[in-house]
Each structure stands twice: as C-alpha cells, then as structure tokens.
C-alpha cells in the first residue's frame, strides 16, 4: 500500500478508492485550470476502500499529519467514516461529518454521477470515441440487460472490463458541461 512515486511530500494528500477516480479529478482540475501539483495537493489511489485506514494512518494525523481528503462511493461511506474515526479525527456519524472533513460520496459511483450529469446519449458518444459500441450494443442484447434503461446499462458496461473505467472516465470528464459537474467531484475540487 505505498501511495505512488513522488505523493510522498504533498501537503495535501486526496485519497480516491480507484485508478478511474484519480484520473477523473485530475481532468476536471486540468480542465478548470487547477495545476494540482504546484498547489502541493496529490492525488492517490488506494485500490479500494477498505485500505482507507492505512492511508490515514500513513498520512493523518497519527501518520505524517497532512492534510487529507477524498472521495467515495456511497456503497463504502461506511469503510471512510470508520477509518477516519479509527483515525484519531473524532466521530463522523453523518454525510455532512464526512464534507466538514473533505471527504466526499458519490451517489452511486463516479460512473453513476458522470452518466446522469452527461446523459445516456452524450456518454455513448464518450464509448463511440473509445472504441467501445461494439461491446457496448453486445452487453446490451444480453438477456439480463436487455429492456434495463439505458443508464443502467451504461453504468454496468463500464465494469465489464478490467481499465474500463479508467481509460473512460477522463473522457466522460472532457465531455462534461462544466455547469453541469457532479456535486461530489466539484465540491471536493473546492474544498482542495
């Protein structure tokens, strides 16, 4: 679990449950014209939830004493809100504990938040883009998928495939209106 090369001396340390989250923050910094790097904040995936505990033991305040914050899922909140607690940052009972904090929860996931931001259409012009309308119309005449609405078809294609998700969610980010940016992403872009 070592946070990626050069993270080591950031002052502000996000902490992200996957690659896909990372590179979504980092594209909509870039495209709001946020150079993370000279505003000494770091982005890091942990490669799940579930070792959120031991990024804020290595970066809070028993650890390096940095500033953190983050991102989640809804489905992990409960991960984020123990380890901050097993932290040393005292109790975080709410969703409006977590925001005070700098943490941040999509509903239901980043790809969740960017489908219903973009729309069906625009994000199967992102899986055009991609390569990607082969599988995609293949997954969709599966029985079990088949009639299901269209966001929730799109939002299951992007886990079908091991760096889906990842090499799509740049791209949804680039497709964005920004006055139309998930309220999780945006906030936590604020907050940094």
């Known amino acids: 679990m070592e946070p990626e090369p050069g993270n080591e001396d950031a002052g502000t340390v996000v902490l992200v449950e996957g690659l896909s989250d990372k590179l979504a923050l980092e594209a909509l910094a870039a495209r709001r014209g946020r150079d993370l790097a000279a505003a000494d904040v770091a982005i890091v995936s942990m490669g799940g939830s579930k070792n959120i505990g031991a990024f804020l033991e290595r970066f809070g305040p028993e650890g390096s004493d940095r500033k953190v914050a983050g991102l989640c899922d809804a489905g992990e909140e409960g991960d984020f809100r ?100 998930p309220e999780p992403l945006d906030r936590l872009l604020a907050y940094l």
Request: contains cysteine.
């Open 82 to 181: 123990r380890g901050l607690e097993r932290a040393g940052v005292g109790s975080v009972p709410t969703r409006a504990d977590l925001e005070r904090l700098g943490f941040f929860v999509c509903v239901a996931d980043l790809e969740d938040e960017l489908i219903r931001s973009l729309g069906a259409a625009a994000v199967e012009r992102v899986i055009e883009s991609l390569g990607e309308m082969g599988p995609l119309r293949t997954f969709q005449r599966q029985p079990a998928w088949r009639g299901r609405p269209a966001e929730e078809q799109l939002r299951r294609f992007f886990g079908t495939h091991a760096g889906r998700k990842a090499a799509a969610a740049p791209a949804l980010v680039a497709a964005l209106d920004l006055e139309r940016v």
